[in-house]
């Protein structure tokens, strides 16, 4: 069973979009499309239910079924429970709110583990702890090839490590890290571990209930949804560490570390990622029960189309002297999000790319350490090329031949 890249490109009103003809969309990292349901559901929050949700009148005890549903649908796809998961502005804010907390519940002495091939969300939060006498150990990638190596971290681990935080995936390595394997690391050393599946779980949504983090990131924005953080926070770890929230909504674990009003329309709005997710699966006769099971089989369709698509993609920038692919060349071991560092500023490669209808970006993507851990000058910056599963293959031609004259 292949994924119907038809089927999929109906779901996003912006493929037929006139004033999007012809632009060929490779900035899917910053930023993806919005799928339709998603879309239908804010307008109708909009136009049908903006007020206070949760009163007792109709228009706003439908608001707050609509809010409920969200979260009950994305943490059953998470694998998770449904108080387990939050929604905050972003990931950025919710990992600062985070990292407050965890400021709270550490001892001078006691030692996190960060690694330098994050973006800056996961790591800066982390790393201000050492203004609280917190020792900040950095898990460093190869310089070479921009690798997160699991045995490195052995080293890091002792007793007095609490936290280990690291990406899924970064969002210029492009590599996915073991994430199960890495968390029972850092568990057996009785450290807890966080996840940013920011670059991650765009192609994918994970079981993070199997994978095993006790904190779990990612952004809706880059997942076909409205501009929502979502936050995973398991039982155990979500009790210890101190309340963020207003002391009367301590004991409601789902709002304990999203201190501000949530987005009413917005966390409603997500429930329409897993119409998304549900639409694809029952177009293409996945398994008619199971959250998990349900995404597990949508996960599949779209890695397949994925990497059928990506590895001309590697294969053509790889065979090229005049430029560094970041991160493996093997598109079995990657997300497709692509960095090229070039013998000269990105961005206005990327301004070239857009005159000939290929929307891409150039920069440092806020991967500013690992850029400059693997001797990139980030003022140059990369060249991103970052596509999902509704990506055409005419598409990947068209950036293929438009590379070729740019370059
Ligand atoms: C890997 C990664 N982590 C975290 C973030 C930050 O997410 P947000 O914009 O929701 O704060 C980004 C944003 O681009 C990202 O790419």
């Known amino acids: 069973m292949k994924l119907d890249i038809d089927f999929v490109r109906a779901q996003f009103p912006a493929f037929s979009e006139p004033v999007l003809q012809g632009q060929a969309f490779f900035e899917n990292a910053g930023g993806s499309y919005t799928c339709a349901p998603v879309i239908d559901r804010l307008t109708r929050y909009y136009t049908q239910r903006k007020v206070q949700p949760y009163a007792p009148y109709e228009a706003s005890r439908l608001a707050g079924e609509e809010m409920d549903e969200a979260r009950a649908r994305m943490a059953a796809i998470l694998g998770v429970e449904t108080d387990e998961l939050s929604f905050g502005p972003s990931t950025t804010q919710n990992t600062y709110v985070l990292a407050q907390a965890v400021r709270q519940w550490m001892q001078p002495g006691e030692a996190i583990v960060v690694t330098n091939q994050d973006h800056e969300a996961n790591s800066g939060p982390w790393r201000r702890l050492a203004d609280e006498g917190i020792e900040v150990r950095e898990w460093k990638i190869d310089p070479a090839t921009g690798h997160l190596n699991p045995e490195d971290l052995e080293d890091l681990l002792d007793e007095s490590v609490r936290l280990v935080c690291f990406p899924h995936c970064s969002n210029v390595v492009g590599e996915i890290n073991p994430v199960t394997e890495i968390t029972a690391m850092a568990h057996a050393a009785g450290a807890f571990v966080c996840v940013d599946g920011v670059s991650f779980a765009p192609h994918g949504f994970p079981d993070v209930g199997a994978l095993g983090p006790d904190i779990y990131l990612f952004s809706a ?73 349900r995404a597990g089989f949508v996960n599949g369709l779209i890695r397949a189309h994925e990497v059928e698509l990506l590895q001309p993609l590697l294969d053509a920038v790889s065979a090229r002297n005049d430029l560094r692919l970041i991160g493996p060349s093997d598109a079995a071991r990657r997300a497709p999000t692509v960095a090229l560092a070039l013998n000269r500023p990105a961005e206005p490669v990327a301004a070239d790319l857009a005159a000939h209808g290929v929307m891409a970006g150039g920069g440092d993507f806020y991967a500013v350490r690992p850029l400059q851990a693997m001797g990139v000058d980030p003022a140059q910056g990369v060249l991103r090329l970052s596509f999902t599963h509704y990506t055409h293959p005419d598409e990947i031609a068209q950036l293929l031949t438009t590379l070729e004259k740019v370059l």
Do not use: W
């Open 221 to 293: 924005y880059k997942t076909f949804g409205p501009h929502q953080g979502l936050m995973v926070i398991r039982r155990a770890l979500g009790a210890l560490l101190p309340n963020q929230a207003h002391y009367f909504n301590a004991d409601t674990l789902y709002k304990r570390f999203t201190p501000a009003g949530p987005d009413h329309a917005q966390v409603a709005a997500s429930a329409g990622m897993a119409d998304y997710y549900d639409a694809l699966c029952d177009h293409h006769g996945g398994p008619g029960t199971g959250a998990v099971e």
